[in-house]
């Protein structure tokens, strides 16, 4: 693959959302990135890149023979400016995480739990993250997040989780909550209760 299609393909690979159909090209508006004007009459359209980059590139829609193409005059489109002027830095997309509690969590009977979702995406993967993922939100992601009881009798933590799930899942986007969460995940019973003699109990049959 050549140098200049690597690069299309690269930022298409980076590519956030792109406008499709934006325009025609003028006579002397734009320039090759490799060298050369740019013919008028073609359609071209944009990428919005997830590095804040506007790239432009021929062909209405996204192809393999589309290519980059840069304003002559370099003039900047309202994007540009004020990617700029706001000097707007990547946010960092968010990693999956498994949470693992303290005892401090156990000693509260409770812990927050946080979900994102790309937000232009309902229909795509729902998955948990950090509570520092969660307070240093990307805008390109939905973010949700929930009260999971950690103790307690277990039938009782069961029911009240089960309800957070139902509750949630309503909100479209979040209907996965009920595929990723079981009611009684971290749930730890506590020391001496009938559950907590009952799990060691078992635990001894099996040793």
Do not use: C
């Not at 004020?82 to 968010?94: D, G, H, L, S």
């Not at 995480?97 to 156990?106: F, L, V």
């Not at 979900?115 to 992601?141: M, P």
């Amino acid at each position: 693959m050549s140098k200049l299609k690597e690069e299309a393909k690269q930022v298409h690979e980076d590519t956030d959302f792109k406008s499709s159909v934006v325009g025609i090209t003028q006579p002397n508006e734009f320039k090759y990135t490799h060298g050369g004007s740019v013919r008028p009459e073609l359609e071209y359209h944009i990428h919005y890149t997830n590095t804040k980059r506007e790239v432009f590139m021929t062909g209405g829609s996204h192809s393999t023979s589309s290519k980059i193409i840069e304003k002559i005059d370099g003039s900047n489109s309202l994007f540009s400016t004020y990617t700029k002027i706001k000097n707007v830095v990547k946010n960092e997309y968010p990693k999956k995480y498994n949470p693992i509690p303290s005892e401090g969590d156990y000693g509260g009977g409770s812990l927050n739990r946080y979900f994102t979702q790309k937000a232009n995406n309902l229909n795509g993967e729902l998955f948990e993250i950090s509570k520092e993922d969660f307070d240093n939100k990307n805008t390109l992601f939905r973010y949700v997040k929930i009260s999971w009881r950690l103790t307690g009798k277990k039938s009782e933590v069961i029911r009240d989780n089960t309800r957070t799930i139902n509750t949630f899942s309503t909100t479209r986007g979040n209907e996965e909550l009920r595929k990723i969460l079981s009611p009684s995940q971290l749930w730890k019973a506590p020391k001496g209760s009938i559950d907590d003699v009952t799990s060691k109990l078992s635990r001894r049959k099996i040793i």
